[in-house]
């Protein structure tokens, strides 16, 4: 719950003086080499915001669908929130693979399933995930040729 919390914090950096100034904090402790004339303009980062709200819904809608398909009940708004949680849960998890397992007990801890469902569920919206990646992959490559 704190690291939800906190993570509001980082729309913040939103505006791109802040972004701008994270990133030459960051570059101090060698951990960015991206500094202001890199960065993109402010509306081009309000824009992808707007878009990466808009999968990651998706994304956890996804994952509702399937998990009401499972535990037969209807579709819920909830699994939308918890997918996100444990994506940035899973995303914060640096050293774990893709928050392989991370992103799993996030769920379950928020998640009225049993551990064999939400891990199920989990598996097969990961797959899906990657075959839709894939087919985004190849449909830019034809349209870049």
């Given at each position: 719950r704190v690291i939800a919390l906190a993570s509001f914090g980082l729309v913040l950096l939103l505006d791109r003086r802040l972004l701008v100034a994270a990133?030459?904090?960051?570059?101090?402790?060698?951990?960015?080499?991206?500094?202001?004339?890199?960065?993109?303009?402010?509306?081009?980062?309000?824009?992808?915001?707007?878009?990466?709200?808009?999968?990651?819904?998706?994304?956890g809608l996804a994952f509702a669908v399937l998990l009401s398909s499972v535990d037969g009940e209807p579709l819920r708004v909830a699994p939308v929130a918890v997918v996100a949680l444990a994506w940035l849960a899973g995303f914060l998890a640096v050293p774990v693979p893709a928050g392989l397992g991370v992103r799993e007990a996030v769920m379950l801890a928020f998640l009225p399933a049993s551990a064999g469902t939400v891990i199920a569920v989990s598996l097969c919206h990961r797959i899906l995930s990657m075959a839709a990646e894939t087919l985004v992959i190849a449909a830019a490559r034809t349209r870049l040729r």
């Open positions: 990133v030459r904090l960051a570059r101090r402790f060698g951990l960015a080499e991206v500094v202001g004339g890199d960065m993109p303009s402010q509306r081009a980062i309000g824009r992808a915001y707007a878009w990466s709200v808009a999968a990651l819904a998706i994304s």
